[in-house]
């Protein structure tokens, strides 16, 4: 899965010079802090965490880790878990979790004709 990431965090092609020079200077971290956030979301189970909470715990700036989560994000490995906590600000804020602890569908019951409930006076 990570393998279709490359080390250098990917800048679009009209983004300022700013943009690329911060891509230079994470490029040879980007797979340690991906590394990091996944180890939080992980350690966080089905709780998950919320970028401002990554942030605290990795004691990272929040245009460091919000690209490196993004990231994960398109692999698939990170999805939002349908849940918001309120920030420090009183904000709500999407809760993130692995792939593995992320809310499964909601399965509909099927009925068969010969299940369908039974009423008084013949018709159903």
């Known amino acids: 899965m990570f393998a279709r990431l490359s080390l250098m965090p990917p800048v679009l092609?009209?983004?300022?010079?700013?943009?690329?020079?911060?891509?230079?200077?994470?490029?040879?971290?980007?797979?340690?802090?991906?590394?990091?956030?996944?180890?939080?979301?992980?350690?966080?189970?089905?709780?998950?965490?919320?970028?401002?909470?990554?942030?605290?715990?990795?004691?990272?700036?929040?245009?460091?880790?919000?690209?490196?989560?993004?990231?994960?994000?398109k692999t698939g490995a990170v999805v939002a878990s349908g849940r918001k906590r309120k920030t420090r600000s009183n904000c709500p804020a999407t809760v993130w979790v692995l792939s593995e602890f992320a809310p499964k569908p909601a399965t509909i019951a099927t009925v068969t004709p010969g299940d369908a409930p039974k009423t008084e006076g013949g018709a159903a």
């Open 13 to 73: 092609n009209d983004a300022p010079d700013t943009s690329r020079i911060a891509a230079v200077r994470v490029g040879g971290h980007a797979g340690t802090l991906r590394a990091a956030v996944l180890a939080i979301l992980r350690e966080r189970g089905e709780h998950g965490a919320t970028d401002q909470e990554i942030q605290t715990a990795l004691d990272l700036p929040s245009n460091t880790e919000i690209p490196r989560r993004w990231e994960l994000v």
